[in-house]
C-alpha cells in the first residue's frame, strides 16, 4: 500500500514538473520550452544557445544600463558572463564557459535557477511591462534638488581645477533642472486640460474624467485593438506567474537533482596570516591594554550619566511627565511603523509613478 502511493506520488510529480516549467516559461520573456530544461538538466549542448539568449533578456530588462540586443551571440555571452559576476554569481563554471554556445547548458540552467532564488525577478519583470491605463506623474520631492541653493562641489583630486569649468557645470546643470521641471509643467497643464474637458464621462465616479489612454482610444479604435492584445498578453502572464507559485516547489526539487548531477568545484584557496611565535606575548599585552581603556571608558560614562542625572533630577515632575510623554509618542511611532511595515505598507516613496486622480 506505501509502495503504491509513493509511486502515485512520484507520478503526479512526475506530471506536476513539465507544467511547471512551462508556466515559468510563459511567464518569463522568450522563455524556453521544457524540452530546452530537460536537455540542459543533462547537459546537452543543444539547449545551451536558448538559454544564454534567455539570460541576456532577463539581464538587460534588469539592469539600468542595458546591452543592445543587437550584440553578436558571443559578445551577448560575455555581457552576462559580467553582469552575473558583477552581482555576485558564486559559481566559477560559468566563467569558464565557451561564448559560442557549444556547451555549458547545465551550468546556464543552474545561473537562472540562482536568479530566481536570490530575489522578486518575476515581479520586477511584470511590473516593467505593466500596461498603465490612468495618468501618472513622476515627481521628485527631494529637500536637497529642491533648495534653490546647489552645495558646493569638492574637489579632491590633486592639481588645479578651473574654476570657469566648474561654474559652466552647475550653469549647465541648472539650465537642465529647469528645462525638466518646465516640461513636467506642460505635462501637467495638459493633463488638467482632458482631464477638465472630459470630466463626467468616467464611468467610475471615484475618477470623474478620462484618462490620456482612453481619450485616445475615442479617437482611435485601432489604439483600442492594440491595447487590447496587450492586455491579454499581460493577463497571461500573470495567470502563468500565478501558475508558476503554485507549482515552483516541483520545480525546485527537480533543481536539486540537477545540482546533484554537476561535479563539485573546488572551493578558493584560503590564505590565513602568519602569526609569528614572538608576537603571541605582544597580542596578550595589548589586550590587556584594551580591557583597563574599557574599564576606563565605562567609569567616566557612569559618572557621566549620574551627573546628569542629579542634575536634571532638579526640574521637577513637570520634566519627569514630559519624558514619558516623549516615550510614549516614540513608542507609538515605533509601532505604527512597524504594522505598516508588516503590511507591506508604509508612506508614500519621494521618487516613482504617482496615481493622478480627482481633485
Known amino acids: 500500500m506505501g509502495r503504491r502511493r509513493c509511486r502515485v506520488d512520484r507520478a503526479d510529480a512526475g506530471g506536476a514538473l513539465p507544467e511547471a516549467i512551462a508556466a515559468l516559461s510563459r511567464t518569463l520573456p522568450a522563455g524556453p520550452s521544457p524540452e530546452i530544461f530537460r536537455r540542459a538538466k543533462f547537459d546537452l549542448p543543444e539547449a545551451a544557445p536558448a538559454l544564454w539568449r534567455l539570460l541576456f533578456c532577463l539581464l538587460s530588462q534588469l539592469r539600468t544600463d542595458g546591452a543592445s540586443v543587437s550584440l553578436v551571440p558571443e559578445a551577448q555571452a560575455r555581457w552576462v558572463k559580467s553582469a552575473l559576476r558583477s552581482q555576485g ?12 554556445g557549444s556547451r555549458g ?18 515581479e520586477l519583470l511584470l511590473a516593467q511591462t505593466h500596461v498603465w491605463l490612468g495618468d501618472e506623474m513622476l515627481v521628485c520631492e527631494c529637500k536637497a534638488l529642491a533648495s534653490p541653493s546647489l552645495p558646493a562641489a569638492r574637489v579632491e583630486a590633486d592639481g588645479c581645477v578651473d574654476v570657469r569649468y566648474l561654474q559652466w557645470l552647475m550653469g549647465k546643470l541648472r539650465f537642465r533642472w529647469r528645462k525638466l521641471m518646465a516640461s513636467q509643467q506642460e505635462q501637467c497643464s495638459l493633463l488638467g486640460k482632458i482631464h477638465s474637458y472630459t470630466r463626467g464621462c468616467h464611468s467610475d465616479h471615484r475618477l470623474g474624467h478620462l484618462s490620456v489612454t482612453e481619450t485616445e482610444l475615442l479617437r482611435d479604435p485601432e489604439a483600442g485593438r492594440q491595447l487590447l492584445r496587450r492586455l491579454q498578453s499581460e493577463n497571461a502572464r500573470l495567470e502563468a506567474a500565478l ?3 503554485c507549482r515552483e516547489l516541483v520545480f525546485w526539487q527537480w533543481m536539486d537533482t540537477v545540482l546533484g548531477a554537476c561535479p563539485p568545484e573546488s572551493s ?7 602569526i609569528p611565535e614572538r608576537g603571541a606575548d605582544e597580542l596578550e599585552l595589548v589586550a590587556g591594554e584594551l580591557q583597563a581603556l574599557q574599564e576606563e571608558l565605562q567609569a567616566a560614562a557612569e559618572a557621566r550619566r549620574a551627573a546628569w542625572v542629579s542634575r536634571v533630577g532638579g526640574l521637577g515632575p513637570e520634566w519627569s511627565a514630559a519624558q514619558q510623554a516623549a516615550q510614549e509618542a516614540v513608542g507609538q511611532e515605533l509601532a505604527a511603523l512597524r504594522q505598516a511595515c508588516e503590511r507591506g505598507g508604509g508612506r508614500a516613496q519621494p521618487h516613482g509613478p504617482h496615481r493622478l486622480g480627482p481633485l
Do not use: H, I, M, V
Open 243 to 245: 501558475e508558476w507559485r
Open 268 to 274: 578558493w584557496p584560503t590564505f590565513l596570516p602568519r
Open 105 to 122: 547548458s547545465r551550468e546556464l540552467l543552474l545561473a537562472l535557477s540562482w536568479l530566481l532564488a536570490r530575489g522578486p525577478l518575476l
Open 89 to 100: 554569481y558564486p559559481r566559477r563554471g560559468l566563467a569558464q564557459l565557451p561564448e559560442d
